[in-house]
């Protein structure tokens, strides 16, 4: 962010965000952790409606029944992994940067450079999955100017996510209508970051099959490569012991040209939901979504 951006940005501030930066800077992250178990576990009893969809996702990825007790210990897990994610949303403003270099170890990290060789920016696909905010973290790292789309909040929480994300870096842009400016940014050669297990809103998704079984991906991230010509690269990061997080980056994926337009954006999304798919398969429980993926085989699965 340029030095006057940035001012901007300090003086636009809410009150809300400078708490949160205060709050942030004296509570420790591991004692903020602990704090999240007793606040995710009473979560877990009392919301049963979360709580049933995500043993029904678990269920399917395991190839298990919903009441097989490691489907529920899995479901169970999701939520403290979920709490710790809150904790991090809340306690990234106290991060620095040189003190997380330090603690992420990275797999695919040459996959940047291969994918910045094209010239047309670079879409990166994420998840609700691990630290989100390590992810970012990682982006940042890379120097990369990022776009990203929110829908719509209550304004005191809007403000907020906004200057959050502005102090890292990372310009939001409303979620409907903001295709033409993801373009521009990739053509000036920056980083558009998106979601791919958020559900269909608005009924632009894309049949594939997720764990065997055929449900609804956005084609977002596929149609923005085809129409920008920029790579898609999925990544994510997730938490291992000590305080220490391992983060991936997939090789880039790229549009063809060649192929129907319609075929090519299946084809990418194919292979973004296949490196999804090898993420939680080995981090299961640190996948964190409370909605149905499968809500019924074939049928697009809702945002909320």
């Known amino acids: 962010m340029a030095p006057?951006?940035?001012?901007?940005?300090?003086?636009?501030?809410?009150?809300?965000?400078?708490?949160?930066?205060?709050?942030a800077q004296l509570v420790p992250l591991h004692f903020a952790y602990w704090l999240s178990v007793p606040i995710t576990d009473i979560f877990y009893i009392l919301w049963k409606s979360k709580r049933k969809k995500a043993e029904r996702n678990h269920a399917r990825i395991l190839g298990?029944?919903?009441?097989?007790?490691?489907?529920?210990?899995?479901?169970?897990?999701?939520?403290?992994h979920f709490g710790r994610y809150i904790v991090e949303l809340l306690s990234v403003q106290g991060w620095s940067l040189d003190s997380m270099r330090e603690r992420i170890?990275?797999?695919?990290?040459?996959?940047f450079d291969e994918a910045m060789a094209y010239g047309k920016g670079i879409i990166f696909a994420g998840a609700h999955m691990g630290s989100i905010e390590v992810a970012s973290t990682l982006v940042l790292l890379k120097d990369f100017k990022i776009t990203s789309v929110a829908e719509r909040l209550p304004k005191m929480l809007m403000d907020w996510l906004l200057a959050c994300r502005a102090e890292m870096g990372?310009?939001?842009l409303p979620?409907?209508?903001?295709?033409?400016?993801?373009v521009r940014r990739l053509r000036r050669g920056e980083m558009v970051a998106l979601v791919v297990d958020l559900g269909v809103s608005s009924g632009d998704g894309l049949k594939v099959r997720f764990f065997g079984h055929?449900?609804?991906?956005?084609?977002?991230?596929?149609?923005l490569a085809r129409l920008?010509?920029?790579?898609?690269?999925?990544g994510w990061a997730a938490r291992k012991p000590g305080g220490r997080y391992l983060a991936h980056v997939s090789a880039p994926i790229l549009s063809n040209r060649d192929l129907d337009a319609e075929e090519d954006a299946r084809l990418i999304t194919e292979r973004i939901?296949?490196?999804?798919?090898?993420?939680?398969?080995?981090?299961?429980?640190?996948w964190y979504v409370f909605r149905d993926m499968w809500p019924d085989e074939g049928e697009p699965a809702p945002s909320r």
């Open 4 to 23: 006057e951006a940035g001012a901007n940005a300090r003086r636009k501030r809410p009150w809300v965000y400078t708490l949160n930066r205060g709050l």
């Open 64 to 80: 298990r029944p919903e009441d097989d007790p490691l489907v529920r210990h899995m479901a169970h897990r999701t939520f403290r």
């Open 105 to 111: 170890d990275i797999e695919g990290d040459e996959h």
């Open 170 to 172: 990372v310009e939001l």
């Open 175 to 182: 979620a409907a209508g903001s295709g033409m400016a993801l």
């Open 214 to 223: 055929e449900t609804v991906f956005p084609a977002g991230p596929a149609r």
């Open 228 to 234: 920008s010509g920029a790579p898609v690269v999925f």
């Open 273 to 286: 939901v296949r490196e999804f798919e090898q993420a939680v398969r080995r981090y299961p429980e640190q």
